[in-house]
């Protein structure tokens, strides 16, 4: 398919100099971009995403160092009005999935941005880029890239065996994974959702792309018993000569071929191997008992479904108050908290007692699920490449990268507008660095190590039963990853966006809001601290002589950038945009504004504008993707 020229770059990008276009033609050429640009806007957002997250896997991805790559993102902010339309349509268009299926990967990924799905798709594009002749030649392009996009999407796919960096692991993982699948298909005969063989074509289409051992298929033609049958007809029988009862079907009349009628065959010398006895149908109906009982099957389902949806509606946990049992107990917490404070150097199961402290001191303060905690990444470099759990001296600092609110456009240079960023680095607690320094976890790797999901569940839950057989209380791993969401939407006193950026996942709380708040870096980790207060503070209810653990000092002054919306005026521009029209209204008097109707149109049409920016920022409105609501309060058809 055809990408865009320097001709066609020079009219979308009208401020990029001659010296750009090049490598702008070759960025685009490689993402197979539309020589209409047509839904570009998304697609930059995710690659800018990229870059911000994964800076080193990027610039190797596309060859250009990251000082050229900064400045080549930072030009699609100003759009040309001739492709504008077509460049922020966000509508999928009609073939792209076969007939660029490159491009519609990235497409689609708009909706999937986090840093562990950058990371999966980088490391499938630099596969796919490195061997693109072979799967060229192989004719297994459209089939790979349809495989890694609906099996990543889809929720149901266990995503653990994308997060290896070697194509061996992966393979060897997505074909682990395909396995475990095909076996529970041909065991568990009541499974409730069995998994579509579709689902197991596409792991072993993906398996086949990172091993590169794809084999031409070889034909072979064979009489089944399908096509034997067609010879026969269904409807018309014939008496076999010299029998009262038995018939069989007779052929269909059908040209055979001339290199057989040469050959001396002819088309009715076969008959079908089981004959037909034909007696008289029993007039009356079978009896109750041997006809098969539908309501069973029906209600069976009916019951199933129903479970699950009650299970489901647990989970969100709708309509708790602080005394809800899904939220912790002050006793609860205490006693957790005595657990996971403990030394000790036993092993439960295949993991040592401190490790398991660690992974559930992280999910505590953090409010991350299992599955998420244990694929963290940590590292002793303290550089914006890498995104998870970093050591810097005697901290320990999370670096997150939220989704952003929204994409770049002519906004993004807007002086007016506070500036946004991308990566975000959160101050951790002290206990919890002291949790991770006894746990012996290698940096570089995974925060669950060399253990598996599964190996670190069946731990936490000899864990956390004999905590609770000891304590007779009933703390549960669902408990721990749910409790900061129950019980900030229980308080309603902690900002929800908060809570996002910790967890590093839009909830369903956070879906509104986070469109409204802008926080630097500084205010972002005093909320953290409040937040985690707050948890300790719930502690002194059951035990008032309890001592908060240190969080530890900050020492930051990072308010040039912050996260969140990126619409949210300066003060400087309030201050402006208050006094400016101020003064505009204290140049009317009411004695010359009532002479004429067009003076008292003016007046009215300034005061609007006035009160709409009052009632703008005083209520911390902020449109997602314009800065100013368009209200229908000015008297237009008078000026």
Same mark, same amino acid.
């Given at each position: ?8 770059? /020079?009219?979308?990008?009208?401020? !990029? ?32 995403? +990229? ?11 596309? =060859? ?28 999928? !268009? ?8 490159? +491009? ?12 562990? @799905? ?15 002749? #072979? ?28 997060? @290896? ?31 579509? @063989? ?10 086949? +792309? ?39 079907? @007779? ?15 002819? !088309? ?29 099957? /029906? ?14 509606? #647990? &989970? &969100? ?46 999910? %505590?303060? $953090? ?68 949790? %991770? ?50 019980? $900030?939407?229980?308080?309603? /006193? ?33 909320? !953290? ?30 308010? =040039? ?31 010359? #504004? #009532? ?45």
């Amino acid at each position: 398919m055809s990408t865009p020229t320097i001709e066609e770059i /020079k009219l979308l990008l009208p401020h !990029a100099h001659d010296s750009l276009l090049e490598d702008l033609e070759k960025l685009l050429e490689l993402i197979d971009c539309p020589n209409d640009f047509r839904g570009l806007q998304k697609v930059h957002t995710v690659l800018e995403y +990229f870059f911000t997250t994964h800076p080193e896997h990027f610039c190797s991805l596309v =060859e250009l160092n990251a000082t050229r790559i900064n400045v080549l993102l930072e030009l699609f902010t100003n759009i040309g009005e001739s492709y504008y339309s077509q460049y922020s349509n966000g509508v999928h !268009a009609k073939g792209w999935m076969s007939k660029r299926p490159l +491009f519609s990967l990235l497409f689609v990924f708009y909706e999937h941005l986090s840093p562990e @799905s950058a990371s999966a798709l980088l490391f499938f594009l630099k596969h796919y880029y490195d061997n693109e002749p #072979v799967i060229f030649e192989h004719n297994h392009t459209e089939q790979s890239i349809r495989a890694f996009r609906l099996l990543y999407t889809d929720p149901l796919t266990d995503r653990a065996c994308f997060d @290896s960096n070697s194509v061996v692991q992966t393979a060897d993982n997505i074909r682990a994974y395909r396995q475990s699948l095909t076996s529970e298909n041909d065991t568990d005969d009541f499974v409730d959702e069995p998994i579509a @063989s579709s689902h197991i074509n596409y792991l072993r289409e993906l398996e086949h +792309f990172y091993r590169l051992d794809w084999k031409k298929r070889t034909y072979i033609e064979r009489s089944s018993k399908k096509i034997i049958r067609s010879s026969f007809s269904r409807r018309k029988i014939e008496r076999i000569v010299g029998s009262d009862n038995l018939f069989t079907a @007779s052929l269909n009349k059908r040209p055979l071929k001339q290199s057989l009628v040469d050959s001396g065959i002819t !088309a009715n010398e076969d008959y079908p191997g089981l004959a037909i006895i034909k007696t008289e149908q029993p007039i009356l109906p079978k009896p109750t008992h041997e006809l098969p009982d539908v309501s069973v099957i /029906k209600d069976t389902a009916k019951i199933a479904s129903k479970s699950r949806g009650i299970s489901r509606d #647990v &989970r &969100r946990s709708h309509n708790i108050t602080p005394v809800s049992r899904n939220i912790l107990q002050p006793h609860e917490l205490f006693h957790l908290w005595q657990a996971l404070n403990s030394h000790s150097n036993t092993l439960i199961g295949k993991v040592a007692k401190s490790h398991v402290q660690c992974l559930l001191t992280f999910i %505590l303060i $953090t409010g991350r699920s299992l599955d998420n905690a244990c694929c963290v990444p940590t590292c002793n470099k303290n550089d914006n490449s890498h995104i998870g759990l970093t050591i810097k001296r005697d901290k320990l600092i999370l670096k997150v990268a939220p989704r952003p609110t929204a994409d770049r456009g002519k906004h993004s240079n807007n002086a007016n507008l506070l500036k946004t960023k991308t990566v975000a680095s959160i101050h951790l607690p002290i206990f919890l660095f002291e949790s %991770l320094s006894r746990s012996g976890i290698t940096l570089g790797s995974k925060l669950s190590g060399k253990h598996s999901v599964n190996t670190f569940r069946k731990a936490i839950k000899l864990f956390l039963k004999a905590l609770n057989k000891r304590y007779h209380c009933q703390i549960s791993l669902q408990r721990i990853e749910n409790y900061l969401i129950n019980r $900030t939407i229980a308080l309603e /006193k902690n900002d929800p966006v908060i809570l996002e950026i910790l967890r590093g996942e839009i909830s369903y709380y956070s879906r509104s809001p986070r469109h409204y708040a802008w926080y630097s870096e500084t205010e972002l980790n005093n909320k !953290a601290q409040e937040l985690w207060s707050d948890i300790f503070n719930q502690i002194k209810f059951y035990s008032p002589e309890f001592q908060s653990p240190l969080f530890g000092t900050l020492e930051l002054d990072l308010d =040039e950038r912050g996260i969140g919306s990126q619409f949210t005026p300066t003060k400087e521009a309030i201050i402006h945009w208050v006094s400016e029209h101020t003064r505009k209204l204290h140049t009317y008097t009411a004695f010359e #504004v #009532v002479k004429n109707i067009k003076e008292l149109v003016n007046y009215h049409n300034q005061y609007t504008i006035y009160t709409l920016i009052m009632l703008i920022n005083a209520s911390g409105y902020r449109a997602v993707y314009n800065p100013m609501p368009s209200f229908d309060l000015l008297l237009l058809r008078y000026g």
